[in-house]
DNA sequence: TAGATTGTTAATCGATTAACAATC
DNA sequence: TAGATTGTTAATCGATTAACAATC
């Protein structure tokens, strides 16, 4: 139990899932939780889950009552590694960089975003309390906080050069909602949230799967 | 090739990445590509692609020049379904709602986000030209347009109440933007879209990986 | 032709499932 | 105790990688 180094990819990304439902226990005052009820609730496997959360949880299950649920959940937020803190900065402040730059979730995962940047000087100003900037600002500020993480929200003919532009100031993880590759050197990783791909495969999974 | 009955989930969730990169090309004007040249773009083993393409391609590849890049973006589109027309509504007209009801990108995957709304009065109106009804018109307008898809953009708090409403509007499968789990009926398939969780395992990723 | 690239068969690897003994 | 639940070992399953013949 909680021997998390060799945990594999696919059980990593199962912890978030996990995460989820067990706040939720949580939230009602359910002290224990079974690996069956985990299972049936998020539709997977009990044995599954049960070897998954061995390889995170610092105590064992108890037979009879099941896993401790706050316990868990510290255990999980540990593995995920949301303890430590990173910057992370806004690049388009137009519809959706504006929301999330409001957006309230993510310091409970250990991210600051600090800031907005957008080419638009009409754009500049502030959002719920942070500053949106205009671009050449970027490097410097990036430099000065530390940040190495970039939510891309602008449009699709403009990501391109927003991307170089923050690899140009030090930014090595870019999460792109731009519909569009990016061409990135090595060293830099992109993730792609493309909402549309999300929605698609939603709606196919309806109808083909079962 | 063209089989796409027996085609693997782990290979079904690779080709929205194959799409991207394709369009890219296509738009540079490029007219056949190889399977290496995805591979290092991507960062995936050829055979590996070699392996995908072959369950979607109409067409094989051509030795000494590859795959014929619209070709293959044709055959990709047409494996994930969007010749296919969904309607899709917003729930949860704040910021975030807001920005993806303005959003223009699902109407090439085959999406139609006709509406959003709202619990709150006060929201009520248009954005970018789309509707925003009061959450009372939901189940009405619903089963006018078929819709079956909804994307959930309320507070945490009002997430479980939004959902059960959404279910008895006839809604079966949900894009949940609220960091909180949903409890729903068989049936029902929630898609989970923390940006937190997002942006965490990205920062995350350039640090343990490599 | 020579060379680059393809598709396929076999081997390896990893993850899930099944079976079962251990525990409170 | 009896029963529910756990953790683990072995077996199955699926996906990736390696090797190589086929093709333009």
């Known amino acids: 139990m909680g021997n998390a180094e060799n945990v594999s990819k696919a059980t990593a990304s199962r912890m978030p899932a996990y995460l989820r439902y067990l706040k939720g226990?949580?939230?009602?005052?359910?002290?224990?939780?079974?690996?069956?009820?985990?299972?049936?609730?998020l539709g997977?496997?009990?044995?599954?889950?049960?070897?998954?959360?061995?390889?995170?949880?610092?105590l064992p299950g108890k037979p009879r009552l099941g896993f401790e649920v706050v316990r868990?959940?510290?255990?999980?937020?540990?593995?995920?590694?949301y303890h430590r803190w990173a910057n992370a900065v806004i690049i388009g402040a137009g519809g959706l960089g504006r929301a999330i730059l409001a957006y309230e979730g993510f310091e409970n995962y250990g991210i600051h975003v600090?800031?907005?940047f957008d080419a638009s000087p009409a754009k500049v100003g502030s959002v719920g309390g942070k500053p949106v900037y205009p671009m050449d600002r970027l490097a410097d500020i990036a430099?000065?906080?530390?940040?190495?993480?970039?939510i891309l929200t602008v449009p699709r003919g403009a990501a391109q050069?927003?991307?170089?532009?923050a690899i140009a100031a030090g930014i090595t993880a870019i999460l792109n909602f731009a519909p569009v590759y990016l061409n990135v050197p090595d060293g830099v990783t992109v993730q792609?949230?493309?909402?549309?791909?999300?929605?698609?495969?939603?709606?196919g999974a309806g109808t083909e799967d079962r």
Request: hydrophobic content about 50%; some cysteine; charged content about 20%.
């Open 25 to 41: 226990e949580a939230g009602k005052g359910v002290g224990y939780v079974s690996s069956s009820a985990i299972a049936t609730a």
């Open 44 to 58: 997977v496997s009990a044995v599954g889950v049960r070897k998954d959360l061995a390889l995170v949880s610092s």
């Open 72 to 81: 868990l959940i510290e255990d999980i937020e540990k593995f995920l590694g």
């Open 114 to 116: 600090i800031a907005a």
């Open 143 to 150: 430099a000065r906080h530390l940040v190495k993480t970039a």
């Open 161 to 165: 050069e927003a991307c170089d532009a």
């Open 192 to 203: 792609y949230e493309d909402l549309a791909v999300s929605l698609a495969a939603l709606c």
